[in-house]
């Protein structure tokens, strides 16, 4: 089993910022690709953004590039979403998400365990 646990979201102002982490224990796979995801009310879950552990491959949706960077320190075994530039669409819960495998993938079926998630608040 692995356990995720996500931290660092909190209530903040349209053009703002906050770092979200997500920490891993347990079983670790020798290659994996942690993902966020993020669910606002009455919407489906949605694709932020993935990391392979190596750092080598990245991948965004449109509606962050620019403005969120994925990161990780694996001496932590933690991963980081950095979001700036914040938005009141921003508006949701944030999880993070691990699977086997080094792609980082879309969709939320492709991924294993999920942390309880972080809510995320964006004020106009």
């Known amino acids: 089993q692995v356990q995720l646990v996500e931290s660092g979201g909190g209530l903040v102002q349209a053009g703002g910022s906050l770092r979200l982490s997500c920490a891993a224990s347990?079983?670790?796979?020798?290659?994996?690709?942690v993902g966020w995801f993020r669910q606002a009310p009455g919407k489906e879950r949605e694709f932020v953004a993935a990391?392979?552990?190596?750092?080598?491959?990245?991948r965004y949706a449109e509606s962050v590039k620019g403005r969120f960077t994925i990161s990780k320190d694996s001496a932590r075994n933690t991963v980081f979403l950095k979001m700036n530039s914040l938005k009141p669409e921003d508006t949701a819960v944030y999880y993070c998400?691990?699977?086997?495998?080094?792609?980082?993938?879309?969709?939320?079926?492709?991924?294993?365990?999920w942390g309880q998630g972080t809510q995320v608040t964006v004020s106009s």
């Open positions: 998400a691990t699977r086997s495998g080094s792609y980082v993938l879309t969709d939320e079926r492709d991924y294993d365990y």
């Open positions: 990391i392979t552990w190596s750092g080598s491959s990245t």
């Open positions: 347990g079983r670790t796979f020798s290659s994996y690709a």
